[in-house]
């Protein structure tokens, strides 16, 4: 069974830092995670893009985290970051990993189970 598993939200005043992780893995079979990025949806919203990373590290952003966020990854343990700097209320939402993985030489796209940030004013 393949998973994505996220971790690091949480609750943090406005300027403040969180650092999301987002793990990808499979039980008794070969996984290698390809394109892994970062959405979020707020209550009411549309889920938009946030951040993308190839394996090779090549990096996209939505305008609105440009400066603010960094994501990085660790090919060798299927891991996916997201430094959020500078935190805004805007920036409140439902935080979602999504990769791109070939397992067992078969592509598949997953989405992990969300993880909540919440930025107070």
């Known amino acids: 069974q393949v998973q994505l598993v996220e971790s690091g939200g949480g609750l943090v005043q406005t300027g403040g830092s969180l650092r999301l992780s987002c793990v990808a893995s499979a039980s008794g079979t070969t996984l290698i995670a390809n394109t892994m990025a970062w959405y979020r949806q707020a209550p009411g919203n549309q889920r938009e893009f946030v951040a993308r990373?190839?394996?090779?590290?090549?990096?996209a952003y939505a305008d609105s985290v440009k400066g603010r966020f960094t994501i990085t990854r660790d090919n060798g343990k299927n891991t996916v970051y997201l430094q959020m700097n500078s935190l805004k209320p805007g920036d409140t939402a439902v935080y979602l990993c999504n990769a791109d993985l070939s397992v067992t030489q078969r592509l598949q796209n997953n989405w992990g189970q969300g993880n909540q940030v919440t930025v107070s004013s």
């Open positions: 990373i190839t394996r090779s590290r090549s990096t």
